[in-house]
């Protein structure tokens, strides 16, 4: 085999690789827009690049049964698939077809979990506020949170909890989730998405209530108030002080053409790169010509 369906692959790490670790100039909201498509589309790519790899795998230790699989999923050539690739491949990406069922399972049990909890307060004097989204969630409060903020506090919080809803921001974490658990040297991926989605929903409650400082305010006292034995005390400390030093400062720039522009640039490089690693180039021209052959 030649090792060019390796290469999209390739590009699509060091892209998530590069993102997670530089940070952006971009508004929040587009900073998470690109780095959750680009988490996306590296998992995609890396998933579909290992089940590629396993089917030539499988085609070079059984040739006789290779004249039944489509010929776009072949490399196309004679050189046999090295058993050190071959037998990685099958197993990461079993493995990784296992992890990301689990995730989902889990992602989608927590998130019944806390649907289940959003009709009253919850009964901890630890100020929580947890956006919960779908048709039968809202924002789950815990009666700390209701006790110890001012009602000025509290609309920053609701305003903030409303940004992460009103954007469906659940699933930008979704993506960052399903590549750290799948690609666990990406997580700063993961960690750069979380605090982009964070900022925006605080420039989205600043907007709203007109004040940036109540806003910085509200958020480090929110912060210092979790115990380090809280549930909540990661999420918390995640980037408070880079939050509360950005609400300080300027407000950031919307960035109404150049952010909508490296959206879509990102979105069609990393989608093509994506699609090139489950061979979807190959299987649209061998539809397109079987089309004119019925032609």
Known sequence: MNWFPLLPLAIMLALSAVLGRLPSRLHPS??????????????????????????????????SAAARVPEWALFGDDRPVPDALGVAAAVLSAAGLLVTARTAVRWSGELRAARARTGEPLDTDVPIAVAVPGRHGGVMVSRGLLRDLTPAELQVVFEHEASHLRHRHHRYLAAGILVAALLPPLRPLDGR????????????????TGDRAAVARTLAKVALAQPRTSPAAAFAESGVVERVEALLGTPPAKNPVTGPLLFMGNGVVTGSLAAATLQLDHVIASFLLSLLAFR
């Open 193 to 208: 998405l979380r605090l982009a989605v964070e900022r925006w929903a605080d420039e989205d409650a600043a907007e709203a």
């Open 30 to 63: 587009w900073s998470a827009r690109l780095l959750a498509t680009t988490g996306a589309m590296t998992a995609v790519a890396a998933l579909g690049t290992g089940v590629f790899v396993a089917i030539n795998y499988a085609a070079t230790l059984a040739p």
